[in-house]
């Protein structure tokens, strides 16, 4: 019988593999079967630790979010939001690759959940939910407070779209491009945050 931790790695082997067929293929042509298979797990142990699809997306979900989670706490040690703001962007800039072939693995995944409209089209907020209000704290520690919400969410739309534009057009170059065109809008914000 295998220890909680030897099991808590399967889980966690079987999470990863499935986050990562989802984001190559999307959510709804992958099956328990296609992360067996990749995982090299036997099917029934697929649906020991995941008994629906649904379960196996909330894992997958966590697990993005997590990923958000430790990257924006390591960000919060930079002292100036417009750097911490910047090194969000730098995510795309970092991934551009990955992301003209398969799209962002978190906004693909949620477009694709936020479609269902139940149980997954509610896990679908997460991660946006999130990066909304450190984006918008961001906003406000540079001095933006009244005008912070919708500075996040241009931000957020910014990101999303040279995305999926990048990953529409096969073209890299879309996210080089918008992601300097975000650096100078995040760096044009300063001189009036400071002069408030």
Known sequence: MASR??????????TETAADLVHRHGFSNTSLADVATAAR??????HF???????????????????????LTSWDALKNPRARLASLAD??????????????????????????????????????????AWC????????????ARQHAIQLLCSLQGMGILANALK?????????????????SLEPRASAC
Not at 41 to 46: A, D, E, N, Q
């Open 5 to 14: 931790a030897e099991s808590e790695l399967k889980r966690q082997h079987l």
């Open 41 to 46: 797990i036997p099917l029934g142990s697929v």
């Open 49 to 71: 630790y995941f008994p629906t699809k649904e379960l196996l997306a909330s894992a997958i979900m966590d697990l993005r979010v997590g990923v958000i989670q430790r990257r």
């Open 91 to 132: 995510v795309w800039l970092r991934d551009r690759e990955s992301d003209t072939r398969h799209g962002c693995p978190v906004g693909s995944l949620c477009y694709e959940l936020g479609k269902d409209g139940g149980t997954l089209g509610q896990l679908a907020s997460k991660p946006f939910s999130l990066l909304l």
């Open 136 to 147: 918008t704290r961001q906003f406000a520690a540079m001095g933006l407070a009244r005008s």
């Open 171 to 187: 073209d890299p170059r879309v996210i080089d491009t918008e992601a300097r065109q975000i650096k100078a809008w995040l760096r």
